[in-house]
């Protein structure tokens, strides 16, 4: 990894995906999408309260994301993609799994 190139924390890119998707919700006429959406973004205030919690943090990388993916299929997730690509490389070096 490029030592120049610094990791944002978990929190950080945790507010921008509820952002992303909160505009996500305002820009759809999709209801169903945007009623997924806000399904996957409810439990984010819960976890960036409890950063320090690993557990949270599984749940949502094991069980919400891909619970969403399939919900709305790759179109659906674009906004999220490559947050969720930095939120993994932000997750290891936080849990200290490399």
Known sequence: MNPEIKTRRSGEIYL???YRGLLAIRSTQDIEYANAVADHLHNLPGLLRNLEHAGLHDYYW???RPGFVAKVGPEGTRAFDALWIEL???RKVETKIL
């Open 16 to 18: 921008d995906i509820l």
């Open 62 to 64: 094991k069980a919400m």
């Open 88 to 90: 993994e490389a932000a």
